[in-house]
């Protein structure tokens, strides 16, 4: 959604209470997350709960990064032929423990993959930023 000031301005800085709202209303983004010497970037369907960020995960990396305590960033985004927006959680990730996990009972939408995933993973922010273009795409088509 566009503002007025958008209109004169390409770029606006998003309000942390409209970054947690864009992050309420989508359920699907990106996790990027370090181990070792590699950067890792895969996509998770998400629930939010109390300002965190949970996701359901089989054994593997995203529970390696999570047991080492790795940084991580979240983005979610979205465009159409007028504006666009991001918004960006980095953090830590922490598995819940097993007394826990039914706070990822609402998680929405299908993975990807049908593999069982019986971890929850939360990711906890310590900054969660946004920001709204105004896109200037004038006369450009794809190929």
Not at 11 to 30: A, P
Request: proline share 6%.
């Amino acid at each position: 959604m566009m503002t007025a000031q958008s209109v004169h301005e390409p770029v606006e800085d998003l309000t942390l209470e409209e970054c947690w709202e864009l992050l309420e209303l989508e359920e699907f983004g990106r996790l990027a997350y370090r181990l070792v010497d590699e950067v890792h970037i895969v996509p998770i369907n998400y629930l939010i709960d109390n300002r965190s960020l949970l996701f359901r995960t089989a054994p593997g990396n995203k529970l390696l990064a999570a047991a080492l305590q790795s940084d991580v960033a979240f983005e979610i985004d979205w465009h159409d032929l007028e504006g666009a927006w991001s918004v960006v959680a980095r953090g830590v990730l922490r598995r819940l423990e097993e007394d826990e996990r039914g706070r990822a009972d609402d998680l929405p939408g299908r993975p990807w993959v049908s593999t069982p995933k019986y971890d929850v993973v939360e990711l906890i922010p310590v900054a969660v930023t946004g920001k709204r273009f105004r896109l200037d795409l004038g006369d450009v088509t794809r190929p």
